[in-house]
């Protein structure tokens, strides 16, 4: 899994984690180490994410409960701008031929 942050003029550090994400696990290895610092360097800032399970796990909703985050409605990918960067990354990217 690949995990990271974009604001408007900048970004965060990209995290790429091995196994399964669990609520906890997204506690520990990126909210409370990267986003939790990320955002409190934002005043102001709105943390969005989608509705998958580790998002949306008691224990990742309680430690989000400190910041500001946008409510993500079912079916609603495109609410997304970083769907913009993996598009743009996707283009920039060889094609890759691995063995």
């Known amino acids: 899994m690949v995990w990271g942050a974009i604001d408007y003029d900048s970004r965060s550090t990209l995290i790429v984690m091995r196994g399964t994400l669990t609520g906890q696990r997204y506690v520990d290895d990126i909210l409370r180490p990267h ?4 955002l409190n360097g934002f005043p102001g ?4 994410q989608d509705n998958a399970r ?16 946008l ?4 079916g ?6 970083v769907e913009h960067v993996w598009n743009q990354l996707k283009r920039q990217m060889p094609l890759c031929h691995c063995t």
């Open 35 to 38: 986003v939790g610092p990320f």
């Open 45 to 48: 800032a709105i943390f969005q």
């Open 54 to 69: 580790p998002h949306t796990a008691r224990v990742a909703q309680d430690f989000l409960r400190h910041f500001q985050t």
């Open 71 to 74: 409510p993500w409605p079912a």
């Open 76 to 81: 609603s990918p495109d609410l997304s701008p």
